[in-house]
C-alpha cells in the first residue's frame, strides 16, 4: 500500500528557508515519477516541482532558481528545499507520485506560512 507523509512545515520569514521532506512507503520512490504541489485556499492544487524517473526535473516558473526537488533513495524520501521564500508561497505543500503527466497517490499535507 502506497503511502506519502510530508513534513517540515511551519511558520518562516520572507526570504527564509525550509526544508520538506515526504516519506515514502509501499515503493521505492527512485522507481516513480515524484513531484510536490501546493493549494492555496479557494485556488487549485498546483504543481510545484518535478523529478522524473531518472533525474531530470521540472519546476513552475513561479520557483525556479528558489526551489529544489531532490530524491534520497537511502531514506526512500523525496525533498523539496525552498529558499528566498516570498508571503504568495504561503500554501499546504503536497507530495506526490506521477504516472504519465498525472498525480496518483498523494499525502495528506504540510502547511507553509511565509509572513513577517
Known amino acids: 500500500q502506497v503511502q506519502l507523509v510530508e513534513s517540515g512545515g511551519g511558520l518562516v520569514q520572507p526570504g527564509g528557508s525550509l526544508r520538506l521532506s515526504c516519506a515514502a512507503s509501499?515503493?521505492?520512490?527512485?522507481?516513480?515519477?515524484m513531484a510536490w504541489y501546493r493549494q492555496i485556499p479557494e485556488k487549485q492544487r498546483e504543481m510545484v516541482a518535478l523529478?522524473?524517473?531518472?533525474?531530470?526535473?521540472r519546476y513552475a516558473d513561479f520557483v525556479k532558481g528558489r526551489f529544489t526537488i531532490s530524491r534520497d533513495n537511502s531514506k526512500n524520501t523525496v525533498i523539496l528545499d525552498m529558499n528566498r521564500l516570498k508571503p504568495e508561497d504561503t500554501a499546504v505543500y503536497y507530495c506526490?507520485?506521477?504516472?504519465?503527466?498525472?498525480?496518483?497517490?498523494w499525502g495528506q499535507g504540510t502547511q507553509v506560512i511565509v509572513s513577517s
Open positions: 509501499g515503493f521505492s520512490v527512485d522507481s516513480s515519477s
Open positions: 506526490a507520485t506521477v504516472h504519465a503527466g498525472e498525480p496518483v497517490d
Open positions: 523529478a522524473v524517473i531518472g533525474g531530470a526535473t
